[in-house]
């Protein structure tokens, strides 16, 4: 039942017909008691808020904290699976240069079989820093020597100051190869050495990757 009260005069105050009479000194301590009532919800009210906003900060400081070791732990796997990479990579490289060489020395031997001629673009290439040198000597495979005396003339043009040229025979050389000799020193050009030459070069290449 909802009451409500009415001022009947200064020394009492009545409820609705039916209901006991309380005197104004009691409800005078009613009234403060509601109001102590009221400050004490407003209080609880902003306590609450206050906790809400402590629990948010809880809970956003929680939240980044969980980050922070989140990406902590992200970047312990990223620099893990980068050194696994490098270790496969570094792997792989010792792995591909044995694989690369075998694969050259087989097609290089499958081209000279083929096209015997090839040693003729061996024998120029290898002629290259010795262009100007004014004697020469070229020792080939026995194979070799047939193919290169039907372009002697073809080779010395090539070579702007020579005054001594020839082209003979040597039993140590493999097919394929040769060995220059002039006033200066002497180029190997057998593919045994070809090929440490080009391993080094691979190696040097490799590591700047």
């Not at 409500?4 to 309380?22: N, Q, R, T, V």
């Not at 509601?34 to 629990?55: D, F, G, P, S």
């Not at 990406?71 to 980068?82: D, E, G, R, V």
């Amino acid at each position: 039942m909802n009451k409500f009260f009415s001022l009947l005069s200064e020394k009492k105050i009545a409820l609705s017909p039916g209901e006991k009479i309380i005197p104004k000194k009691e409800f005078s301590s009613l009234k403060k008691a509601n109001e102590i009532l009221l400050e004490v919800k407003r209080e609880a009210l902003k306590y609450k808020k206050e906790i809400t906003k402590e629990c948010e900060l809880l809970k956003e400081t929680a939240y980044k904290k969980g980050f922070d070791e989140g990406l902590l732990k992200l970047n312990t796997h990223i620099l893990t699976l980068s050194n696994e990479i490098k270790n496969f990579s570094e792997e792989m490289k010792k792995k591909i240069l044995p694989i690369a060489l075998k694969a050259a020395k087989k097609i290089l031997g499958e081209e000279l079989k083929l096209y015997p001629e090839r040693i003729l673009n061996i024998v120029t290439q290898s002629l290259k820093p010795v262009m100007q040198h004014k004697q020469i000597k070229i020792f080939v495979n026995k194979e070799d020597l047939k193919i290169l005396e039907k372009h002697k003339n073809k080779i010395k043009k090539i070579l702007q100051q020579v005054e001594i040229f020839s082209i003979q025979e040597r039993d140590d050389i493999e097919k394929g190869g040769c060995i220059i000799e002039t006033e200066a020193g002497i180029i190997n050009a057998q593919l045994e050495n070809i090929w440490q030459t080009l391993e080094v070069a691979f190696e040097e290449y490799m590591k700047k990757r």
